[in-house]
T-cell receptor
């Protein structure tokens, strides 16, 4: 397996634009997480899904953020409209579940909002 | 979700010196995991501890879980430049959500 795949790796966008980050979890993994990493706030859990169902989105900072998981092999994190303070590295991670709680992270998307 | 406090935030050591990072929780943890993130990279799983008082070793790395399951430590013996990175503890909740500590950024001076 190629691991967790995120795209794009880098994104530079202007304030006010819509940004969509994509994630393909490892096949067979039942849980998917979206994290945001900044120097100031560290690794923040934004939202997580179990079996494609959003379980807890209390970490999503504002209504401008939304996430979907239409099927077991794909998830998106959307920011609309984007703001400079959204600049961060966004990680997607998946884990198998069923007693195995090791999380596998994607390479991340470095988002810069100017 | 469960919260863990991790100290220190930064640690600079001379190559060959030892290094330790600590995670503490006010509540009993079901398990604790440790991850390493190299500069510019992504977190990579190192180990999971489940049992009270558990000690596990991976070459120069020693992981401990406290008797009360409220704290954990990662100790590196004789650091090398390849140990550079940020070390995170993480706790798994009832719904398998993973919450990370703030991390300890290790710098190893040659």
């Amino acid at each position: 397996d190629a691991g967790v795949i995120q795209s794009p790796r880098h994104e530079v966008t202007e304030m006010g634009q819509e940004v969509t980050l994509r994630c393909k979890p490892i096949s067979g993994h039942n849980s998917l997480f979206w994290y945001r990493q900044t120097m100031m706030r560290g690794l923040e859990l934004l939202i997580y899904f179990n079996n494609n169902v959003p379980i807890d989105d209390s970490g999503m900072p504002e209504d401008r953020f939304s996430a979907k998981m239409p099927n077991a092999s794909f998830s998106t994190l959307k920011i609309q409209p984007s703001e400079p303070r959204d600049s961060a590295v966004y990680f997607c991670a998946s884990l198998q579940g069923q007693g195995n709680t090791e999380a596998f992270f994607g390479q991340g998307t470095r988002l810069t909002v100017v | 979700g469960q919260q863990v406090m991790q100290i220190p935030q930064y640690q600079h050591v001379q190559e060959g010196e030892d290094f330790t990072t600590y995670c503490n929780s006010s509540t009993t943890l079901s398990n604790i995991q440790w991850y390493k993130q190299r500069p510019g990279g992504h977190p990579v799983f190192l180990i999971q501890l489940v049992k009270s008082g558990e000690v596990k070793k991976q070459k120069r790395l020693t992981f401990q879980f406290g008797e009360a399951k409220k704290n954990s430590s990662l100790h590196i013996t004789a650091t090398q430049t390849t140990d550079v990175g940020t070390y995170f503890c993480a706790v798994s909740g009832s719904a398998r959500q993973l919450t990370f500590g703030s991390g300890t950024q290790l710098t190893v001076l040659p």
